[in-house]
């Protein structure tokens, strides 16, 4: 049986069983049918019924398998910031979690939405802030090393990669010299590196302010996050409000590192981040797909690519 497979029958015994002596274990056994929730070719989640609620099993591919162990360690590095598990397979990389109800994504508005992003980035640069302290035990989790000095090799190797090369926009090679210009100065901020979500949007968060899916998660430069958190706004703006609402974002996540440089240099910072982070982007989807566990469709192949090839583009802020 391969360590990832979704669809055999083996694993997906082996998987139940667990998840049966876990839960009866807490005192909270199984008291229905597990059924399949989510499939990707890079995780798979399953939902179990327990006089209790439900709860969630999730299981990742290889090089994903961090996502437990890290999860766990977040819950005695930030307690109370994210979704603690009940049980986790770090071998294995699997996890059980309660259900925590809707992401905030069901629960916002249009009128509130602006004001609640204001708080989700205080508290999750406050959430990165209490993680700079553990870089080195995170590291020694297996979670990425995507250090902002380490990205110009980074970027060679997605550029040597044949999938990724044969989808590639020609001016992304060229970038090579500016990509380690930006990264040189980047590194120079005296920002220190932190846990960097690489997925931060308001269907990964919580209502109370708790974050979870840590799938994508590296130690990078912290403001790497607004890549993907900025992109999800802009988009869920109406395109008047977009010159004042981006700013006003950026802006609070950056509130909480005010102590370590000038707003000018944050804001610099800030755009470096989301330019370079292109490239952890990249990484994190060709991790994803590495020994992928259920077939792989053409638009998730192409994705390292398509992220390499915005970085010939400015970024939102």
Same mark, same amino acid.
């Given at each position: 049986?391969?360590?990832?497979?979704?669809?055999?029958?083996?694993?997906?015994?082996?998987?139940?069983?667990?998840?049966?002596?876990?839960?009866?274990?807490?005192?909270?056994?199984?008291?229905? #049918?597990?059924?399949?929730?989510?499939?990707?070719?890079?995780?798979?989640?399953?939902?179990?019924?327990?006089?209790?609620?439900?709860?969630?099993?999730?299981?990742?591919?290889?090089?994903?398998?961090?996502?437990?162990?890290?999860?766990?360690?977040?819950?005695?590095?930030?307690?109370?910031?994210?979704?603690?598990?009940?049980?986790?397979?770090?071998?294995?990389?699997?996890?059980?979690?309660?259900?925590?109800?809707?992401?905030?994504?069901?629960?916002?508005?249009?009128?509130?939405?602006?004001?609640?992003?204001?708080?989700?980035?205080?508290?999750?640069?406050?959430?990165?802030?209490?993680?700079?302290?553990?870089?080195?035990?995170?590291?020694?989790?297996?979670?990425?090393?995507?250090?902002?000095?380490?990205?110009?090799?980074?970027?060679?190797?997605?550029?040597?990669?044949?999938?990724?090369?044969?989808?590639?926009?020609?001016?992304?090679?060229?970038?090579?010299?500016?990509?380690?210009?930006?990264?040189?100065?980047?590194?120079?901020?005296?920002?220190?590196? %932190?846990?960097?979500?690489?997925?931060?949007?308001?269907?990964?968060? *919580?209502?109370?302010?708790?974050?979870?899916?840590?799938?994508?998660?590296?130690?990078?430069?912290? *403001?790497?996050?607004?890549?993907? %958190?900025?992109?999800?706004?802009?988009?869920?703006?109406?395109?008047?409000?977009?010159?004042?609402?981006?700013?006003?974002?950026?802006?609070?996540?950056?509130?909480?590192?005010?102590?370590?440089?000038?707003?000018?240099?944050?804001?610099?910072?800030?755009?470096?981040?989301?330019?370079?982070?292109?490239?952890?982007?990249?990484?994190?989807?060709?991790?994803?797909?590495?020994?992928?566990?259920?077939?792989? #469709?053409? #638009?998730?192949?192409?994705?390292?690519?398509?992220?390499?090839?915005?970085?010939?583009?400015?970024?939102?802020?």
């Amino acid at each position: 049986m391969r360590a990832n497979d979704w669809n055999d029958p083996g694993w997906r015994a082996g998987a139940e069983d667990w998840i049966k002596s876990r839960l009866a274990d807490l005192g909270t056994p199984v008291t229905g #049918s597990i059924e399949e929730f989510r499939v990707r070719p890079w995780s798979v989640t399953l939902r179990a019924p327990t006089a209790a609620g439900t709860r969630w099993f999730k299981a990742n591919t290889t090089d994903c398998r961090y996502e437990a162990a890290l999860a766990s360690a977040l819950t005695r590095i930030a307690p109370g910031a994210t979704l603690p598990p009940l049980a986790v397979d770090t071998e294995r990389g699997w996890m059980l979690t309660a259900d925590a109800g809707p992401t905030l994504r069901s629960t916002l508005n249009a009128d509130s939405r602006l004001d609640t992003w204001v708080e989700v980035l205080q508290a999750y640069a406050r959430l990165q802030r209490a993680t700079q302290p553990h870089v080195a035990a995170l590291l020694a989790l297996g979670v990425p090393d995507q250090r902002v000095p380490l990205l110009p090799g980074h970027l060679a190797g997605l550029l040597a990669d044949p999938q990724v090369r044969a989808q590639l926009d020609p001016a992304v090679p060229a970038l090579g010299p500016s990509f380690s210009s930006w990264c040189a100065e980047l590194a120079a901020d005296g920002i220190p590196a %932190a846990l960097q979500h690489d997925d931060l949007h308001d269907n990964n968060v *919580f209502p109370g302010l708790r974050f979870f899916d840590w799938g994508d998660a590296s130690i990078a430069h912290p *403001f790497g996050s607004l890549l993907v %958190a900025l992109n999800v706004m802009h988009d869920a703006l109406d395109p008047a409000d977009r010159p004042v609402a981006l700013p006003r974002l950026r802006d609070a996540y950056l509130e909480p590192w005010s102590d370590l440089a000038s707003p000018s240099t944050l804001r610099r910072s800030a755009t470096l981040a989301c330019r370079v982070t292109r490239v952890s982007r990249a990484m994190s989807w060709q991790r994803s797909l590495r020994d992928a566990a259920v077939p792989v #469709s053409d #638009s998730f192949r192409a994705a390292p690519a398509a992220w390499l090839n915005e970085l010939p583009t400015a970024t939102t802020v």
